[in-house]
């Protein structure tokens, strides 16, 4: 069964609205979580790192205004895209890294699909 | 920083045929590991393979094989006797093996591969 739970898998807003993704890890604590961001036929790029109990380090280039990270708890992650506008339409996925377990693959959430009108 | 570099943007193959994916990365580090993911059009991000650093022994999983060359930097991935299941994109993906944010993973641009009945 899946190991990570992202939610929703599809949303579709208006513009100027917040959208919230939640990543969640169903069988183990999770230390550190991942945001990316991928656009249609290319690659994933990392948004940013997310620790529990502590702020999200953000990669260069990506708003930390505009993109909320929250880990409150070692199981649940969220980001929040405020005041969502068409450019911020794209794939967003999460990934999962094991806490007390860092020599393993990290564990993919199936994404999130982001259209803004 | 690290970089991975997918050479291949598409690459096709005959149905129970071998096809090999092209990656180079570039890293100071000694401490690494490299990775195969594949995404077919469900999106999901699903691990084919990895391989640990230290290890000089090309790991296997069915009929996927790597040929991991370190001093080349050079980590491809052989796809025998191929089956349409196999289409999707790949990605090759770097991880440092020190800790904390450094666990992220750093993709290649992917190549997409076909397979032809």
């Known amino acids: 069964g899946a190991v990570v739970s992202q939610h929703p898998s599809w949303v579709i807003c208006k513009s100027g609205t917040s959208v919230k993704i939640e990543c969640r890890s169903l069988?183990?604590?999770?230390?550190?979580m991942f945001w990316y961001r991928q656009f249609p036929k290319q690659s994933l790029m990392l948004m940013a790192t997310?620790?529990?109990?502590?702020?999200?380090?953000?990669e260069q280039g990506v708003e930390k205004d505009k993109f909320l990270i929250n880990h409150a708890s070692l199981t649940l992650s969220t980001l929040t895209v405020t005041s969502a506008h068409p450019e911020d339409s794209s794939f967003y996925i999460c990934?999962?890294?094991?806490?007390?377990?860092?020599?393993?693959?990290?564990?993919f959430g199936d994404g999130t699909r982001l259209s803004i009108l | 920083a690290q970089t991975v570099t997918q050479s291949q943007p598409e690459m096709s193959v005959q149905e129970a045929e071998t096809v090999t994916l092209s990656c180079t990365y570039d890293?100071?580090?000694?401490?690494?590991?490299l990775f195969w993911y594949k995404q077919p059009p469900s999106r999901q991000m699903i691990l084919v393979i990895r391989?640990?650093?230290?290890?000089?022994q090309n790991a296997t999983e069915n009929r996927f094989s790597v040929n991991f060359q370190k001093a080349a930097k050079s980590f491809s991935l052989k796809i025998s006797d191929s089956q349409l299941g196999d289409a999707a994109m790949y990605f090759c993906?770097?991880?440092?093996?020190?800790?904390?944010?450094?666990?992220?993973?750093?993709f290649g641009k992917g190549t997409l591969l076909t397979v032809n009945p």
């Open positions: 990934s999962v890294q094991r806490q007390g377990r860092t020599n393993q693959p990290q564990h």
């Open positions: 069988d183990f604590q999770a230390t550190t």
């Open positions: 997310s620790n529990e109990g502590s702020k999200a380090t953000y």
């Open positions: 890293t100071s580090e000694s401490d690494y590991y």
């Open positions: 391989q640990e650093a230290y290890k000089q």
């Open positions: 993906a770097y991880r440092s093996g020190s800790g904390g944010s450094n666990y992220k993973l750093t």
